[in-house]
């Protein structure tokens, strides 16, 4: 029986229509995260912790969809995907207070861990070398790309005074778009040898390198993630738009991934990381010290940092760890997830704390807003600098270990 072509392009762009749903449900949420604390009377704490649901059914889903991939995949994978980012969007809209908030991000979170798990690994098998390196941070754009397009919408939809409910219902389309180009589509073979087994994909994942990586990704996500899920609440008092820098920082990261390529080939993926955490760290502190219009000076340093995180993270598990297969990328991309919800109500925490102590100081209104924000933003420096630390030493170990191949 012969078997249908596999049609790269269709499957690429539907990939991406995809993340792009993950991008809308990301962002769009973000946007709304104000309304949602007014309507329903939650504290900082309670929104950290609807955050972090997203952020637990991510890696849940990445983990199963991880270990199942070989056996079921990628099309069912994707059909999981397509229900559950359905029911997050229609229980978020019913949801009625914080309870049904939880239930609905977990949901969302969920179809968004299945996109990472079934596209990942995909589009590894697609493409091979640095084509692969190139084309996964191409699919990763569409994260940022999607993001500038759902915080306009959700900036555009909020000033004109549009209720939060329409909001959630934009991200129906990219979900409809996606499973009608995935739907009756052939899909790629494994290219590495032995990589459909999971012995010796546990086998690659007990090497020093992958768990070193595993542990990086814990702190390269939280650097990304920490400051733009709460960059809202804390830039709005700063007297910059901050869905403008959600859209700043988004759109500098897409145009980044786009180009990845040849700044991949140049720099490799231990030069390219170990920027991205210097750059990173710089953007955060910005943050944490900057007002007005140098806020978007901050913006754009945090960009050139956290752009390249993710796809390299799991450009370096598919190239140098192959046979840690598909499972492999998808602990790595859900242990990212997981720290981020771990991190994501101790954050909101951090700011009720701030708050407390700049208000003991005489602070109030806006300007204690705004204190307390960045008192937190400059404790989350504490994430990059310790991955300076340790890209220079993961930098240094793939040198010599190149070195002594030679």
Not at 74 to 88: D, E, N, S
Not at 185 to 195: L, N, R, S
Not at 222 to 227: A, L, N, R, W, Y
Not at 273 to 281: E, I, N, Q, W, Y
Request: net charge positive; glycine share 12%.
């Amino acid at each position: 029986m012969a078997t249908s072509p596999v049609n790269q392009s269709r499957l690429f762009n539907a990939s991406c229509f995809a993340l792009i749903t993950t991008a809308f449900s990301f962002s769009i949420r973000a946007g709304i995260l104000p309304q949602l604390g007014t309507e329903f009377g939650l504290t900082a704490t309670q929104l950290g912790f609807i955050n972090s649901m997203f952020f637990f059914g991510f890696p849940i889903s990445m983990i199963i969809g991880g270990l199942v991939y070989h056996s079921v995949g990628p099309r069912i994978i994707m059909m999981v995907a397509f229900v559950a980012h359905t029911l997050g969007i229609l229980l978020t809209i019913y949801s009625g207070g914080y309870t049904g908030l939880l239930i609905s991000t977990f949901f969302i979170g969920f179809g968004n861990g299945c996109t990472e798990a079934a596209c990942n690994p995909m589009i590894a098998d697609m493409y091979v070398g640095e084509k692969m390196n190139k084309m996964l941070s191409r699919f990763h754009m569409w994260f940022p790309g999607g993001i500038v397009l759902g915080s306009l919408i959700s900036k555009f939809m909020t000033d004109a005074g549009q209720p939060w409910q329409a909001q959630i219902w934009i991200i129906m389309i990219p979900t409809l778009i996606y499973v009608f180009l995935y739907f009756g589509q052939a899909f790629p073979k494994p290219q590495v040898e032995g990589v459909t087994s999971l012995s010796k994909n546990f086998k690659a994942m007990g090497t020093f390198l992958y768990i070193f990586i595993f542990c990086c990704m814990a702190f390269t996500a939280i650097s990304e993630f920490g400051p733009q899920q709460w960059v809202g609440l804390i830039m709005s008092k700063s007297g910059a738009s901050p869905m403008l820098i959600l859209a700043l920082v988004t759109g500098l990261m897409a145009i980044g991934r786009y180009f990845a390529g040849p700044i991949i080939h140049r720099l490799d993926q231990t030069g390219v990381l170990l920027g991205s955490a210097v750059f990173a760290t710089i953007g955060i502190y910005l943050f944490s010290t900057q007002t007005g219009a140098a806020a978007y000076i901050a913006a754009v340093f945090f960009a050139i940092g956290v752009c390249y995180f993710w796809p390299t993270m799991i450009g370096f598990v598919a190239e140098r760890i192959p046979l840690s297969g598909a499972l492999g990328m998808s602990i790595v991309g859900g242990v990212g997830m997981f720290s981020t919800a771990i991190f994501q109500p101790i954050i909101g925490g951090w700011i009720d704390a701030d708050r407390v102590e700049k208000a003991a100081l005489g602070l109030s209104g806006d300007e204690l807003e705004l204190a307390a924000g960045q008192a937190t933003l400059l404790r989350m420096t504490s994430f990059p600098i310790i991955l300076i630390v340790a890209f220079t030493f993961l930098y240094i170990y793939i040198r010599n270990r190149k070195r002594t191949a030679h």
